[in-house]
């Protein structure tokens, strides 16, 4: 894992989680894709290369960060994680029913994964990502804003990267001698 693509998920979410507390959520969008896109940035000319899925997150974020603030309707930062991981969801299980494994469309680059293997991945990442989405719909609409977006910080994100980590075996043992 590359540092800049980690800083890229966690540094803003820590903006957002202080920003939040000192300023309140407008502020904390605000500045968590402030951050998020001169992290980017930066990953571009360090890396020469810009990271597709971290950009999408950027840029679906700062779209809703707009929306919220020009229309001072907090539900556009609240449903922006189900929006984003929905859509994630439909992506990877629509295109396994087409026979489709879009997890090596994001990162055939980096891993020589049989066919079997992006096919079990894009099943468990998109059933996790409807998973986020669904859990995003019932805790904004239970909580307040700052329980959401404790729950968003200290357990969706933790949550993500301890399923990242159990995908591990997964993808080590299906490694190919060739990419698929």
């Known amino acids: 894992m590359r540092l800049w693509s980690f800083a890229v998920e966690i540094v803003p979410l820590g903006v957002f989680f202080t920003v939040n507390t000192l300023y309140g959520l407008f502020a904390a969008a605000g500045a968590s894709a402030s951050v998020a896109a001169i992290i980017l940035v930066a990953t571009a000319i ?7 899925f971290p950009a999408y997150s950027v840029v679906l974020s700062a779209a809703f960060t707009i929306a919220a603030i020009a229309l001072s309707e907090k539900i556009f930062i609240k449903v922006q994680p189900t929006v984003f991981n929905g859509l994630f969801a ?44 669904v859990g ?45």
């Not at 995003?136 to 609409?141: C, F, G, K, P």
């Not at 357990?155 to 080590?172: D, I």
């Open 90 to 133: 439909v992506t990877l299980l629509g295109g396994l029913a087409m026979g489709v494994p879009v997890m090596r469309a994001f990162f055939g680059a980096q891993f020589g994964l049989t066919e079997r293997t992006w096919r079990l991945l894009s099943l468990r990442w998109g059933l996790f990502f409807a998973l986020l989405a």
């Open 46 to 52: 360090f890396e020469r290369r810009i990271a597709v």
């Open 136 to 180: 995003n719909e019932i805790a904004w609409r239970s909580l307040s804003d700052d329980g959401w977006v404790a729950l968003k910080v200290f357990v969706f994100a933790p949550a993500t990267g301890l399923f990242a980590l159990s995908q591990l075996p997964l993808t080590l043992r299906g490694q190919s001698s060739r990419a698929d």
